[in-house]
């Protein structure tokens, strides 16, 4: 077992056994209420599959949006390389002027690519806050809703803890029934 793997493992104990003691004695002589607990994976609701129709729909159209953005990257990518393997096929044979105009150009042509990338990743980020804001607030209010419905004191986020909780009773997640409920209802504009 790997050191990380140790303190991975040491960490998954030390939560379990907090979750279990939480509810008991704390103190020699008080006693604390019991919670119910859940946990759901708010990644799910995104799943193509089996998430959230309303949020899934949106996302599929912002990745149709952004389509032509990176179809475009990918041709100059396609340029750049066919390029770089012309240099370094002729390299020997050609002129050096002529080697340098092409690393020159191949330079340029890294530096556009960089600047498309990340003006691309900025748009993916404005248009995926503006679209999907609005259907994460209606989500989380309806979680809110869902959770009182049925009592439940406290709700772990499986996707913001990465791995450092370790369920074993799958009663405990409520991530399908709360996304089968979402998908029930009618969707709000």
């Known amino acids: 077992m790997r050191i990380n793997d140790l303190g991975k493992w040491c960490r998954y104990v030390f939560i379990v056994a907090l979750l279990v003691c939480g509810s008991t004695v704390l103190a020699v002589g008080q006693t604390f209420?019991?919670?119910?607990?859940?946990?759901?994976?708010?990644?799910?609701f995104a799943n193509p599959k089996s998430g959230i129709t309303r949020l899934v729909i949106a996302i599929g159209?912002?990745?149709?949006?952004?389509?032509?953005?990176?179809?475009?990257?990918?041709?100059?990518?396609?340029s750049h390389d066919k390029l770089a393997k012309e240099v370094n096929d002729t390299k020997d044979l050609a002129e050096k002027t002529?080697?340098?105009a092409k690393v020159a150009q191949l330079d340029k042509m890294r530096a556009d690519i960089?600047?498309?990338q990340r003006e691309g990743q900025t748009l993916l980020d404005r248009r995926m806050h503006e679209v999907t804001q609005p259907i994460y607030a209606d989500i989380m209010q309806a979680l809110d809703t869902f959770v009182k419905k049925r009592s439940i004191d406290m709700?772990?986020?499986?996707?913001?803890?990465?791995?450092?909780?370790?369920v074993a009773n799958n009663a405990f997640d409520i991530t399908t029934a709360f996304i089968a409920e979402y998908n029930a209802k009618p969707a709000v504009p």
Do not use: N, W, Y
């Not at 209420?33 to 799910?44: F, Q, R, S």
């Not at 159209?61 to 396609?78: C, L």
């Not at 772990?156 to 370790?166: E, F, N, Q, R, T």
């Open 114 to 116: 960089e600047t498309k």
């Open 155 to 166: 709700v772990i986020d499986l996707s913001k803890i990465g791995g450092s909780v370790m």
């Open 33 to 44: 209420p019991t919670a119910k607990i859940a946990v759901i994976d708010v990644d799910e």
């Open 61 to 78: 159209g912002i990745d149709k949006e952004m389509k032509p953005r990176r179809d475009d990257i990918a041709q100059f990518v396609a």
């Open 98 to 100: 002529t080697i340098a």
